[in-house]
């Protein structure tokens, strides 16, 4: 069983910064494909970022391109989500999840994640 444990979230004020860690366990982790969502209050859970497994190709979302990156070290089965130019609006529950196989089947428990303006 694969398991995702997230942490780093905090308060924060706009424009700050923030790295959120997610530790995974399971022996084939430099495999999976990650991914970091976020759900805000009263809203849908949306993409983020994501990273695959040996290439380490990334994507994001237009939201975050440019402030957010997405990185993973896979000697400590961790990804990462580093955050600048914190908004407001990307307040929410931020969560990782991995993939080994096309789709997101391992999510933790989530970390929040709060900017005030």
């Known amino acids: 069983q694969v398991q995702l444990v997230e942490s780093g979230g905090g308060l924060v004020q706009a424009g700050g910064s923030l790295r959120l860690s997610c530790a995974v366990s399971?022996?084939?982790?430099?495999?999976?494909?990650m991914g970091w969502f976020r759900q805000a209050p009263g809203k849908e859970r949306e993409f983020v970022a994501t990273?695959?497994?040996?290439?380490?190709?990334?994507y994001y979302a237009g939201s975050v391109k440019g402030r957010f990156t997405i990185s993973r070290d896979n000697a400590k089965n961790t990804v990462y989500l580093e955050m600048n130019s914190l908004k407001p609006e990307d307040t929410g529950v931020y969560y990782c999840a991995a993939s080994p196989a096309g789709k997101y089947d391992y999510w933790g428990q989530g970390t929040q994640v709060s900017v005030s303006s």
């Open positions: 399971g022996r084939t982790f430099s495999s999976y494909a």
């Open positions: 990273i695959s497994g040996s290439a380490g190709n990334t």
